[in-house]
């Protein structure tokens, strides 16, 4: 039984470029959230999505961060034009229907802005 | 919005006790509690509803007290395996979530 699977686990991009981050959720869980792990700082909230819908997106950026779950394949979190502030761990993780309280956690994306 | 957690670190021996406190400013539905070991995820270690329970499983437990808008959880009789950095997670009305500032936990022999 995979749990929530993340890639790539390490990403470094230049300032600029484009990051794209994928999340596999556990089988069977439909839920997806991604949270952002700053150095030496806490989990913050993104967003919380279902397939093909946007749940909640009030700790994304305004700018420059999306998020989408499609029907089929991962769930990808994409910055476009990095900034060194970017650097951090993304963490996604998954949760069964209506459970949105048990959530099982991926390895992380450590993504490195030069 | 994000929960406040005391303390911010604390060392202990093996065999001592712990408390350590989340506080939210908003009405809260549930508190998670997560332990986050460096340079992994965080692993789910439990989930206290609104109704004021307190649950537990092996040494480590937890309260919560919706009046209040805490949360505490108690490390007993700690082991060198619970170092780690330990983060309480809240929900509030809207569906609002938000993991606390979280607290280093250091157990040495």
Known sequence: ??????????????????????????????????????????????????????????????????????????SILRIQQVVRGDSAAYFCASSPPSRWDEQFFGPGTRLTVL | QQPVQSPQAVILREGEDAVINCSSSKALYS??????????????????????????????????????????????????????TYFCGTESTGNQFYFGTGTSLTVIP
Not at chain 2, 47 to 55: A, M, N, P, R
């Open chain 1, 1 to 74: 039984n995979a749990g929530v699977m993340q890639n790539p686990r390490h990403l470094v991009r230049r300032r600029g470029q484009e990051a794209r981050l994928r999340c596999s959720p556990m089988k069977g869980h439909s839920h997806v959230y991604w949270y952002r792990q700053l150095p030496e700082e806490g989990l913050k909230f993104m967003v919380y999505l279902q397939k093909e819908n946007i749940i909640d997106e009030s700790g994304m950026p305004k700018e420059r961060f999306s998020a989408e779950f499609p029907k089929e394949g991962p």
């Open chain 2, 31 to 84: 508190v998670h509690w997560y332990r986050q070991k460096h340079g992994e995820a965080p692993v789910f270690l439990m989930i206290l509803l609104k109704g004021g329970e307190q649950k537990g499983h092996e040494k480590i437990s937890a309260s919560f007290n919706e009046k209040k808008q805490q949360s505490s959880l108690y490390l007993t009789a700690s082991q060198l395996s619970y170092s780690g």
